[in-house]
């Protein structure tokens, strides 16, 4: 299952300090080859997709799926964010709740763009599906990715081994609105 559940898609663009996130338009797709064809980006993630192969399959408008965003940077795609269903046959304490993936070009990194543009993506999941846990799984070598998960407040469920390389299962818990201590009501 990839679908988000009752949620109206595309939502309207979420603002940041920085950054728009935003549905793929055709103006992107450029762009979406260079994520999906980058090795630097695919170091940890089984490698890139042939650049060749790409062009071609690829469609005008990248694809605009319930839980993508392209991550918009003064007009310009700079990454994407995922917040899709883990599949059942994912790990046991993933299957069926919301997974975090996120993919930034290379000449993104180390300005902060990431960790902004997971923490909207959040918000906006906090917003619309209240009360849902998200999980995030990187390689225990991508320390960047790891920083950023305990950034974000995902704590460690498990590590195991795939694709040849150690793997990190990280879960965020839902977060719930505070109870006013003297009236009761949500704040």
Known sequence: MTELGPVAWPPAPIRTERLVLRAPEARDREAFIELLASPEVHTYLGGPRPRDELERKVPRVPES???SFVVDLDGELIGQILLRRAPEHHRPAAAGKADLGYLFLPRAWGFGYAAEACAAALD???????GEPVVLATQTANVGSMRLAARLGFAEV??????????WLGLR???????DECSGRAS
């Open 65 to 67: 799926s319930p839980g």
């Open 124 to 130: 906006w999941f906090d917003g619309v599906l209240p």
């Open 158 to 167: 498990e590590r195991f081994h795939a694709w040849d390389a150690e793997q």
């Open 173 to 179: 818990l839902p977060v719930t609105p505070r109870r």
